[in-house]
């Protein structure tokens, strides 16, 4: 009994431990974004993010001066009780009592610098890349030497506000247009009823790349492209064949006699859709409007294509895309702006995440 | 399944089918162009103003979804007024025509007018001719889109890579999702570890990306690595690399671009292996434990048959999404360095290059890769008869 208790123990831990591997696996690339867009942008470019961990570094506690010491860089110089060339020096000769000893600066004019290791964390901590980011107007920004430099801010607030004008009602609208239509199908009798619905199930994996083409052609010729109505009626259409599926799935599952005793009533078809359905299937609307919601805040390739041409409709991806290009290097930048343009969809996510759950299993996969 | 509303089932007489077909058809298209129309007027009114920009994106909201919502409310109305085999006739059409119009502007037609231009060349078919004259003109280049879609050297590179894209990110996608799935059923910190594998879920792959860059961040050896993966690296000896930009080692370079999109999508397949594993009934796993039977042999021999339909779907979505990869590959080396796909592609050909038939040839090349799903998905929706 007891060999199996220990047995039952081991595997417990060998669950537990991978889990807890893969999980960490999983989370640093997010963390390391998230703690490095609160650290001052000059440790950034120096020093990695787990630096804010505890961990050693080398310390100068005091210097040498060779000329002083009597010391020839040419010969084997002897310090502290440490012998070495002029280049062994160079690269750090460690001393009997744990310092390190470092030549720096040239041969003529260098001097030697006695290192010590201490435990250290670098815990700079600010907000200034968030005002950089977000900020549409010049932003200054002080450098440890004390001079200001200038530098023009991301404007990340504004590729927010048109990143939220184009996702409300890229998610609200197809899912009113497809309510009506799952209703359709589930409940009413129409000629060409079921080659409509072969329709919609043949679409849901066709590729948006189909339609780019033609529909940028149709955008030119309406003098449509760079709107919020063209990315809109776009990102409609595009969601629209699984929008109806997975609501024609809820819709017509729900019981029938509820429907039957309400057209007895007198209820019209509309009555009993906008005040018995919609509130009956807020749990497919949500899952689903979550699903779109994400899809679209997302986007990159059909906001390229619809509103690349106008800057002032900049959309949040678009926005991030730009830095990137311009501006690689600037990680303070990237990883603050990076945030922003995940703060919505994580609290979505969070917020909502059993209707999100229950969507995927639902088969909320887009074509 | 039956409709509640009855239609009379009398026979119209012909002029009524015909004043009912246009009835039909004026509702289905009728609604949107309205729709669009009144939306329209709406936005170059917006496009001109000078407004905050608060104030236009809320007012845009308000506009679009409100506008919209008020149409059906008022062509709602207006069958409703009408006398009663009218009425059942037209409403269904009031309700299901605008999603019909609209898909069949967006997605079905497009089709069609996709494979059409990829018939002619850069410019596509010119307008103002009639299908004769399209078909004769210059421009009209028959299959040689296709031919260069097929031999062109990047577009080659596109197909190897997109090739190894749905190979290594579907099966790892699965595999990790499966590992995760199985080992989180028999965790304490089911719930959290869940929720933090979800999580890339919902981050954007222009996002992600930036994540990853961070991680492959490059400096030459000798400065100080901010990159976690270089930091790595050289801790135990190594040379500093820009992962995704090493040539050297083409095409392998796409194994760091894929493994985003697994990282991003495990936490999709986990959910849906976690609650297919919880279909399993606790007694058959109850069972084989008492005749003796391994944590191993459980797994391979009742779990994974048990669940194989779900398997199978995962990876197919898996599969036709690597298919249509582009924002990580677009944003991260812009196809560079030998790491098209057939997305990036076709963005280029289109856009880029304003070439529309050599575009629209690979749109159709996409459309014809995913057809064995469509043909399958078609399939599922007979059987399943729910439709009469």
């Given at each position: 009994m007891n060999s199996g208790k220990r047995q039952k123990f081991l595997g417990g831990l060998f669950v537990n431990g991978t889990l807890l591997l893969l999980v960490i696996l999983w989370t640093i690339p997010t963390l390391g974004i998230f703690v490095s867009s609160f650290r001052n942008r000059n440790d950034i470019a120096v020093s990695g993010w787990w630096n804010i961990f505890p961990h050693r570094e080398w310390k100068v506690t005091r210097e040498i001066d060779p000329a002083a010491a009597g010391l020839n860089p040419d010969g084997i110089m002897e310090v502290e009780g440490v012998s070495g060339t002029f280049d062994e020096f160079r690269a750090g000769l460690s001393t009997p009592d744990g310092e390190r000893l470092r030549w720096v600066g040239n041969k003529r004019l260098g001097r030697i610098q006695v290192e010590e290791q201490v435990w250290t964390v670098s815990w700079n901590f600010t907000l200034d890349n968030y005002r950089q980011v977000l900020g549409g107007q010049n932003f200054e920004f002080t450098k440890p030497d004390g001079t200001v430099e200038v530098v023009p801010g991301d404007n990340m607030s504004g590729a927010f506000l048109n990143s939220l004008a184009v996702t409300v009602p890229s998610t609200v609208i197809p899912i009113l247009i497809a309510a009506f239509a799952a209703y359709a199908f589930a409940w009413m009798t129409f000629p060409g009823r079921r080659t409509m619905f072969i329709m919609v199930v043949a679409l849901l994996?066709?590729?948006?790349q189909i339609a780019l083409v033609p529909i940028l052609r149709d955008y030119r010729a309406l003098n449509l492209n760079g709107t919020f109505l063209a990315i809109w009626l776009a990102h409609t259409g595009f969601g629209l064949a699984l929008a109806t599926y997975l609501l024609y799935n809820y819709i017509s599952s729900l019981p029938r006699d509820i429907l039957e005793s309400a057209f007895i009533d007198g209820a019209s078809h509309f009555t009993v859709f906008t005040r018995l359905i919609l509130p009956l299937s807020v749990p497919a609307l949500a899952s689903f409007a979550i699903f779109q919601f994400l899809w679209v805040w997302n986007d990159y390739l059909v906001a390229l294509i619809f509103l690349g041409g106008n800057p002032e409709f900049e959309l949040v991806t678009q926005r991030m895309a730009a830095i990137i290009g311009a501006r690689g290097q600037d990680w303070h930048l990237l990883t603050a702006g990076a945030f922003v343009s995940m703060l919505l969809p994580l609290a979505v996510f969070f917020g909502l995440q059993r209707y999100f759950v229950r969507g995927l299993l639902a088969g909320s996969v887009k074509g | 399944m039956k409709s509640i509303n009855n239609t009379g089932g009398q026979k119209l007489s012909l002029t009524a089918e015909i004043v009912s077909l246009l009835g039909r058809i004026f509702l289905a298209a009728g609604i949107p162009l309205i729709a669009f129309y009144v939306l329209y007027l709406g936005f170059i009114f917006l496009r001109d103003s000078n407004a905050p920009r608060a104030v236009i994106a809320l007012t845009a909201i308000l506009w679009g979804v409100g506008g919209v919502a008020v149409l059906y409310w008022i062509f709602n109305d207006i069958v409703e007024r009408l006398p009663d085999p009218w009425k059942s006739r037209l409403l269904p059409f009031v309700f299901v025509g605008p999603a019909m119009a609209i898909l069949a502007w967006y997605l079905a037609i497009p089709t069609l007018r996709t494979f059409w231009i990829s018939l002619f060349d850069r410019n596509g078919p010119s307008e103002g001719l009639n299908l004769f004259q399209q078909l004769t003109s210059d421009s009209f280049v028959g299959l040689n889109n296709y031919v260069a879609v097929f031999t062109e050297s990047l577009m080659r590179e596109a197909f190897r890579n997109n090739l190894l894209w749905i190979i290594f990110g579907s099966t790892f996608s699965v595999v990790f999702g499966l590992i995760i799935a199985v080992l989180a059923d028999r965790s304490r910190i089911e719930k959290t570890a869940k929720s933090l594998i979800f999580l890339p879920m919902a981050i954007s792959f222009v996002g992600a990306s930036i994540i990853w860059n961070f991680i492959y961040e490059y400096r030459p050896a000798g400065q100080p690595q901010v990159g976690l993966l270089n930091t790595l690296v050289t801790s135990l000896g190594g040379q500093p690399q820009a992962w995704p930009q090493w040539v050297t080692i083409s095409p392998w370079n796409n194994l760091f671009l894929i493994v985003i999109v697994v990282w991003l999508q495990a936490g999709y397949a986990m959910v849906l292996f976690s609650a297919a594993l919880k279909g399993i009934p606790e007694e058959i796993l109850e069972a084989s434990r008492i005749d003796g039977a391994n944590e191993f042999q459980i797994f391979f021999q009742i779990m994974i048959p048990s669940i194989r339909g779900t398997i199978i779907s995962v990876w197919t979505t898996i599969v036709i999404f690597t298919l249509k990869i582009f924002d990580v590959v677009w944003v991260m080396t812009g196809g560079q360095f030998g790491t098209h796909v057939i997305a990036t592609q076709f963005y280029r050909q289109a856009f880029t290059n304003r070439n529309s038939g050599f575009g629209a040839a690979i749109a159709i090349v996409l459309l014809i890769a995913v057809i064995p799903v469509m043909y399958y998905n078609l399939k599922q929706f007979r059987e399943r008869e729910a439709f009469q």
């Amino acid at each position: 009994m007891n060999s199996g208790k220990r047995q039952k123990f081991l595997g417990g831990l060998f669950v537990n431990g991978t889990l807890l591997l893969l999980v960490i696996l999983w989370t640093i690339p997010t963390l390391g974004i998230f703690v490095s867009s609160f650290r001052n942008r000059n440790d950034i470019a120096v020093s990695g993010w787990w630096n804010i961990f505890p961990h050693r570094e080398w310390k100068v506690t005091r210097e040498i001066d060779p000329a002083a010491a009597g010391l020839n860089p040419d010969g084997i110089m002897e310090v502290e009780g440490v012998s070495g060339t002029f280049d062994e020096f160079r690269a750090g000769l460690s001393t009997p009592d744990g310092e390190r000893l470092r030549w720096v600066g040239n041969k003529r004019l260098g001097r030697i610098q006695v290192e010590e290791q201490v435990w250290t964390v670098s815990w700079n901590f600010t907000l200034d890349n968030y005002r950089q980011v977000l900020g549409g107007q010049n932003f200054e920004f002080t450098k440890p030497d004390g001079t200001v430099e200038v530098v023009p801010g991301d404007n990340m607030s504004g590729a927010f506000l048109n990143s939220l004008a184009v996702t409300v009602p890229s998610t609200v609208i197809p899912i009113l247009i497809a309510a009506f239509a799952a209703y359709a199908f589930a409940w009413m009798t129409f000629p060409g009823r079921r080659t409509m619905f072969i329709m919609v199930v043949a679409l849901l994996v066709v590729p948006l790349q189909i339609a780019l083409v033609p529909i940028l052609r149709d955008y030119r010729a309406l003098n449509l492209n760079g709107t919020f109505l063209a990315i809109w009626l776009a990102h409609t259409g595009f969601g629209l064949a699984l929008a109806t599926y997975l609501l024609y799935n809820y819709i017509s599952s729900l019981p029938r006699d509820i429907l039957e005793s309400a057209f007895i009533d007198g209820a019209s078809h509309f009555t009993v859709f906008t005040r018995l359905i919609l509130p009956l299937s807020v749990p497919a609307l949500a899952s689903f409007a979550i699903f779109q919601f994400l899809w679209v805040w997302n986007d990159y390739l059909v906001a390229l294509i619809f509103l690349g041409g106008n800057p002032e409709f900049e959309l949040v991806t678009q926005r991030m895309a730009a830095i990137i290009g311009a501006r690689g290097q600037d990680w303070h930048l990237l990883t603050a702006g990076a945030f922003v343009s995940m703060l919505l969809p994580l609290a979505v996510f969070f917020g909502l995440q059993r209707y999100f759950v229950r969507g995927l299993l639902a088969g909320s996969v887009k074509g | 399944m039956k409709s509640i509303n009855n239609t009379g089932g009398q026979k119209l007489s012909l002029t009524a089918e015909i004043v009912s077909l246009l009835g039909r058809i004026f509702l289905a298209a009728g609604i949107p162009l309205i729709a669009f129309y009144v939306l329209y007027l709406g936005f170059i009114f917006l496009r001109d103003s000078n407004a905050p920009r608060a104030v236009i994106a809320l007012t845009a909201i308000l506009w679009g979804v409100g506008g919209v919502a008020v149409l059906y409310w008022i062509f709602n109305d207006i069958v409703e007024r009408l006398p009663d085999p009218w009425k059942s006739r037209l409403l269904p059409f009031v309700f299901v025509g605008p999603a019909m119009a609209i898909l069949a502007w967006y997605l079905a037609i497009p089709t069609l007018r996709t494979f059409w231009i990829s018939l002619f060349d850069r410019n596509g078919p010119s307008e103002g001719l009639n299908l004769f004259q399209q078909l004769t003109s210059d421009s009209f280049v028959g299959l040689n889109n296709y031919v260069a879609v097929f031999t062109e050297s990047l577009m080659r590179e596109a197909f190897r890579n997109n090739l190894l894209w749905i190979i290594f990110g579907s099966t790892f996608s699965v595999v990790f999702g499966l590992i995760i799935a199985v080992l989180a059923d028999r965790s304490r910190i089911e719930k959290t570890a869940k929720s933090l594998i979800f999580l890339p879920m919902a981050i954007s792959f222009v996002g992600a990306s930036i994540i990853w860059n961070f991680i492959y961040e490059y400096r030459p050896a000798g400065q100080p690595q901010v990159g976690l993966l270089n930091t790595l690296v050289t801790s135990l000896g190594g040379q500093p690399q820009a992962w995704p930009q090493w040539v050297t080692i083409s095409p392998w370079n796409n194994l760091f671009l894929i493994v985003i999109v697994v990282w991003l999508q495990a936490g999709y397949a986990m959910v849906l292996f976690s609650a297919a594993l919880k279909g399993i009934p606790e007694e058959i796993l109850e069972a084989s434990r008492i005749d003796g039977a391994n944590e191993f042999q459980i797994f391979f021999q009742i779990m994974i048959p048990s669940i194989r339909g779900t398997i199978i779907s995962v990876w197919t979505t898996i599969v036709i999404f690597t298919l249509k990869i582009f924002d990580v590959v677009w944003v991260m080396t812009g196809g560079q360095f030998g790491t098209h796909v057939i997305a990036t592609q076709f963005y280029r050909q289109a856009f880029t290059n304003r070439n529309s038939g050599f575009g629209a040839a690979i749109a159709i090349v996409l459309l014809i890769a995913v057809i064995p799903v469509m043909y399958y998905n078609l399939k599922q929706f007979r059987e399943r008869e729910a439709f009469q």
